[in-house]
DNA sequence: TGCTTATGTGACAATATACTCATATAGTAA
DNA sequence: TTACTATATGAGTATATTGTCACATAAGCA
């Protein structure tokens, strides 16, 4: 790949990691795993401010990892690609290790 | 789960997620791939100033993604997760599928 | 029409992050 | 010891992100 496209990807992958990157946002995609919902109940789900979650969701629309359509009053968002949802699974081993790893050190001392 | 115990894990995916969420520490991510490598080689690799990339490394050692062992003078990092990778081939899908989108808009014009 | 509800957005302050430079630290070798 | 190399870090500036408030917009209904 040229090295200016080679950026570029890095600088999209970025772009989609970042709009993962944060606690609202992860709360979102866990409730969005239930399928799609609006605005006010994915802003109650997650104790947010809905002017505050309607920010956060179109962060995640931006980078293509929700999509949403409207439907009379409400908007609904939903998970555009699944394949997100593994990641979090990912993540999880990571956080497990570390705390095995924190066990261990407490069991040393 | 309980209510803070969830809202904690939440905020540690972020942090894992965070600490991928930058062009240069996805470049070194990728660099990584080929196997352990010392903060110089990296920094050229991905064409940043050392003292830049060796707070990146840092970030992503804290965070869990990396690992590091000293040789010598040299620190060698590591991939410590390497389900980490399988994040990017799930984010190129959707990059994919935004850019066949694109190319669909494209064409209706 | 006016009223209500759901959502989005401009403007601002608060905070966090990134980068650079200079300097500190740690290891190697003469 | 001194000189050299690799890495880390404090301090500063620049930039980006976040959350809140007020207000705007859009859709439904009486």
Redo the contacts between chains.
Sequence with gaps: MAKNAQ?L??????Q???A????????VL?FLQSGEQCVCDIAEAVGSERSNVSRHLSVMVA???LSCRKDGLKVMYTI??P??L??????????K??ARENEQLLQAM
Excluded: M
Aim: net charge positive.
């Design positions: 950026q990807l890095y600088a999209r992958q970025a989609i990691a970042k993962i990157a944060h606690p609202v946002r992860i709360a866990d980078a293509g990892v555009k690609t394949c997100i593994q990641f979090f699974g990912c993540i999880t081993k990571v956080i290790s570390q």
